[in-house]
């Protein structure tokens, strides 16, 4: 994620540079006489630095970075247990400048300094997490200080490490999130920190988005591993000295370097690591979850790395503001997503016509490797073999690692450089007709970071925005972020809350849930052949019809119906008796139940909250109505008593009435920001959502999973336990009688593998929530990383699962409704 700009990033209006201008022209006619000014060095006029629209020079001093390195003697060590530690016989890193300059080296921790961090960051969690909330408060407010009195260097060293950072960003950070520790108790109280976190970043992640995840860690009372990548490594060390200074208790903030895929994996393996965090490239990502799966750490991932965002300018959009935001954010030196230009062929001409005018005289955007321009270059070939047509202000040089500003003209949404750009300062431009094209064409990508739209129609600016499958909309503006507002990573772009109040809770566990993965090695599990093992074959017996057991139909799209494939299972009684017979779900009825889900899964999001509760209302009236029904399956099939099947049925209700309830009390907000402006924060559906339920407590886990998920207007794919199948295909004839359309809530019997890895593989399917083996939660880990999915992963412990079910604790339904949801911001400039 990139950081707050220093300025406003709001275009201003032509009409007011203009105004500028003519008052800045008469002064220096008065005062100047006409004589030229300069500029960087170079004698240009007013009128030139107008049109040029080019930014004055910045100083380049790192005279008091270099002091700092020198103290260090070249080489920075790891950060452990609130000391520098320069280990013997480690491989080392340089860390090199733009020029290529070696200006310190890091070094490369073994596993030994692993296990030592851990311990340490085990040791600083018992003392960070017993003190009280205001000194943990304090303690961060002190860091402000210690950041102002050492800002300088700490620019500096960013930007030798080529991670430019403001300094100004991240007090505005640790303010933020020093109030949050100071109100944890009273806001957040029945929640506990996690223990200790690891949070790691890539080599090319900037240092803001590193501490949006360790400040927030920090101030719910965990302890912080951070493994940085090469970039931030040098002045995450420089600030983990600053929170030592600033009275941080020893152990509570490790810093380990080296190679971040070979680091983060062992210390996710120690027992007393807790949760892992990830901030960084696609790749990457996916290779870290893959690397620990099975370990029984939780990972979440925040995909900021090589995200296509679009830019999309409607026919009633400021054309100059526009395309004066087009050039700011698109051909900046170091920027973390790439931007694709989508223009209403109502105004097409004018946009290219100003994008010619506005990149005459720009200069050539630095790259980080020659590597990366032989990318460019054979990217811009191939879109000019496809009848693509450049704007560039001039031709590229013959060699070196740079390449001008450059516009691919007349692409197709299918073309290598939309879906695939590289690395480098190339903008392609696509085209629509109406607005409904135009958001579909900003839904193209496969990433779901932001979007910036432009258009003085605030209408269709909202209704964009809400169409719009990113986790930040800004409106006429660009590249807005507060630490106040929450961000979701849509699709492809991550699976984690990042700021606000909402992204605390990745550093939190509800206090009455012992609910968690078993820590352990990963197991030898074979991915390919997990789930494809065939049920036993039912043969006829030979018995009597009068004894036959009743047969029972899944459920999908509104209608009963049997699986795919014809076979059923035995349903058996406490005794081992057969009871019934149920289908024998596979693939293809996972296909069907996706395609009927996904068909009315919009509609249903887009229905008022009063309208969904009214639903979820008349459900609990017809599972009211059912009662005696169900609790006599439940008797039948648990073996438990009827006073106490009656009681789960009970509850059920109550979980259906509650749910209703909250469908219209979440609602998000609308907050004023740093910059001038208001963000709209949403809570918005997931979209269709696998949930692989217990064994314990049959119908209330399954009622009070699918209602959480169904009143925040998500679409259902239920597999109900195995074991205990009967409540659930039961409750059909509660769905059928109530007024929950059909397809929003689908039911497939089976095995639990068989219909896990179906559900894992299809690409349809955004969330995962699972309960049952460590083999299952192991190959969840490892698939759905790619596509990414969110994952809600919990082994079988019976005893504490039917405490939970039945505990109407609000931390637990809370967690339920923060699983069922992911966030929107839109940023709206009023001025």
């Known amino acids: 994620m990139e950081e707050p700009p220093g300025r406003n990033t709001v275009s201003v209006r032509k009409r007011h540079y203009e105004l500028t201008f003519v008052t800045f022209r008469s002064s220096a006619r008065a005062i100047l006489g006409e004589t030229e000014l300069m500029a960087g060095g170079t004698t240009k006029t007013v009128h030139d630095i107008f049109q040029s629209m080019e930014y004055g020079p910045t100083g380049s001093s790192t005279a008091t970075a270099q002091a700092w390195l020198e103290h260090q003697s070249g080489a920075l060590g790891l950060f452990i247990d609130g000391k520098f530690v320069l280990p013997a016989g480690r491989q080392t890193c340089s860390v090199t400048d733009s020029s290529g300059r070696c200006v310190c080296t890091t070094v490369c921790a073994a596993d030994e300094d692993v296990i030592l961090s851990v311990s340490s960051g085990a040791s600083g969690f018992k003392a960070w997490s017993a003190l009280p909330c205001h000194v943990r408060a304090k303690t961060l407010l002190r860091l402000v200080d210690g950041l102002q009195r050492h800002g300088q260097c700490l620019s500096e060293l960013c930007d030798l490490a080529q991670a430019p950072s403001s300094p100004s960003a991240l007090v505005r950070l640790l303010q933020y999130y020093s109030g949050w520790a100071q109100l944890r108790d009273a806001l957040l109280p029945d929640w506990t920190p996690r223990g200790v976190v690891a949070v790691v970043v890539s080599d090319d992640c900037s240092l803001y988005s590193l501490m949006l995840k360790a400040l927030p860690a920090l101030a719910m009372g965990n302890a912080v591993v951070v493994i940085p990548g090469l970039e931030t490594a040098t002045p995450v060390l420089l600030l983990a000295q600053l929170f030592i200074e600033a009275g941080l208790p020893a152990g509570v903030l490790n810093v380990v370097t080296g190679d971040v895929l070979s680091l983060a994996p062992r210390v996710a393996q120690n027992p007393l690591t807790s949760y892992v965090t990830y901030t960084g490239n696609k790749k990457d990502g996916e290779m870290l979850c893959r690397a620990t799966a099975g370990m029984g750490v939780p990972v979440s991932l925040s995909i900021s790395l090589g995200a296509t965002c679009p830019f999309l300018i409607f026919e009633s959009?400021?054309?100059?503001?526009?395309?004066?935001?087009?050039?700011?954010?698109a051909f900046k030196k170091r920027r973390e997503c790439q931007w694709q230009l989508c223009v209403q062929e109502s105004v097409l001409d004018s946009v290219v016509a100003r994008l010619k005018s506005r990149m005459a005289g720009m200069k050539s955007v630095p790259l980080q490797t020659e590597g990366n321009r032989r990318l460019v270059e054979a990217a811009v070939q191939e879109a000019q073999q496809q009848g693509a047509t450049l704007i560039q202000p001039f031709a590229p040089p013959p060699s070196g690692a740079s390449y001008p500003p450059t516009v691919l003209c007349g692409v197709a949404p299918s073309s290598p450089c939309v879906v695939t750009p590289p690395p480098g300062p190339l903008l392609p431009l696509l085209s629509f007709r109406s607005h409904t094209e135009g958001v579909t064409l900003g839904n193209h990508s496969p990433h779901g970071l932001a979007a910036s739209l432009w258009t003085e129609d605030l209408t269709?600016?909202?209704?964009?925005?809400?169409?719009?499958?990113?986790?930040?909309?800004?409106?006429?503006?660009?590249?807005?972020?507060?630490?106040?507002?929450?961000?979701?990573?849509?699709?492809?772009?991550?699976?984690?809350?990042?700021?606000?109040?909402?992204?605390?809770?990745?550093?939190?566990?509800?206090?009455?849930?012992?609910?968690?993965?078993?820590?352990?090695?990963?197991?030898?599990?074979?991915?390919?052949?997990?789930?494809?093992?065939?049920?036993?074959?039912?043969?006829?017996?030979?018995?009597?019809?009068?004894?036959?057991?009743?047969?029972?139909?899944?459920?999908?799209?509104?209608?009963?119906?049997?699986?795919?494939?014809?076979?059923?299972?035995?349903?058996?009684?406490?005794?081992?008796?057969?009871?019934?017979?149920?289908?024998?779900?596979?693939?293809?009825?996972?296909?069907?139940?996706?395609?009927?889900?996904?068909?009315?899964?919009?509609?249903?999001?887009?229905?008022?909250?009063?309208?969904?509760?009214?639903?979820?209302?008349?459900?609990?009236?017809?599972?009211?109505?059912?009662?005696?029904?169900?609790?006599?399956?439940?008797?039948?099939?648990?073996?438990?008593?009827?006073?106490?099947?009656?009681?789960?049925?009970?509850?059920?209700?109550?979980?259906?009435?509650?749910?209703?309830?909250?469908?219209?009390?979440?609602?998000?907000?609308?907050?004023?920001?740093?910059?001038?402006?208001?963000?709209?924060?949403?809570?918005?559906?997931?979209?269709v959502v696998g949930v692989v339920l217990p064994d314990s407590s049959p119908l209330l886990s399954m009622v009070s999973l699918m209602a959480a998920a169904v009143a925040m207007g998500n679409a259902v794919i239920m597999v109900p336990s195995p074991k205990y199948p009967l409540p659930a295909l039961e409750f059909i004839q509660v769905l059928l009688s109530s007024n929950i359309p059909a397809g929003v809530v689908n039911i497939l019997t089976g095995g639990r593998d068989q219909l896990t890895r179906a559900l894992a593989n299809h690409s349809v399917i955004k969330a995962i929530w699972y309960w049952g083996s460590a083999e299952g939660c192991q190959y969840l880990q490892h698939t759905c990383a790619s596509p990414l999915k969110n994952l809600w992963l919990n082994c079988h412990q019976e005893n504490d699962e039917r405490r939970v079910w039945s505990l109407p604790h609000p931390s637990l339904m809370e967690e339920r409704w923060r699983r069922a949801v992911q966030w929107k911001n839109v940023w709206i400039p009023t001025a």
């Open 317 to 329: 959009a400021d054309i100059d503001s526009a395309v004066d935001g087009v050039i700011e954010t």
């Open 460 to 687: 269709l600016a909202l209704e964009a925005a809400k169409s719009l499958s990113v986790g930040s909309v800004w409106v006429n503006s660009h590249s807005v972020w507060d630490p106040s507002r929450p961000l979701s990573g849509h699709k492809e772009s991550g699976n984690c809350t990042d700021g606000g109040k909402e992204g605390l809770f990745q550093f939190l566990r509800p206090s009455s849930s012992s609910l968690s993965l078993p820590r352990s090695s990963s197991t030898s599990v074979d991915y390919s052949k997990f789930g494809t093992a065939t049920s036993a074959a039912i043969i006829p017996q030979g018995s009597e019809s009068s004894s036959c057991s009743c047969s029972y139909l899944q459920f999908v799209g509104g209608k009963q119906c049997k699986s795919e494939s014809g076979s059923s299972v035995s349903v058996l009684a406490p005794g081992g008796a057969v009871l019934a017979y149920c289908p024998d779900a596979g693939r293809k009825d996972v296909r069907n139940a996706v395609e009927a889900a996904t068909k009315v899964q919009p509609g249903w999001m887009k229905r008022s909250t009063a309208d969904r509760a009214q639903s979820i209302f008349t459900l609990a009236n017809a599972l009211e109505l059912k009662r005696r029904d169900l609790a006599t399956s439940l008797h039948s099939q648990t073996g438990v008593s009827l006073e106490e099947a009656d009681k789960e049925v009970e509850l059920s209700i109550a979980q259906l009435f509650d749910w209703a309830a909250r469908c219209d009390k979440e609602m998000g907000g609308v907050a004023p920001v740093p910059q001038s402006g208001l963000a709209i924060s949403l809570p918005e559906a997931l979209g």
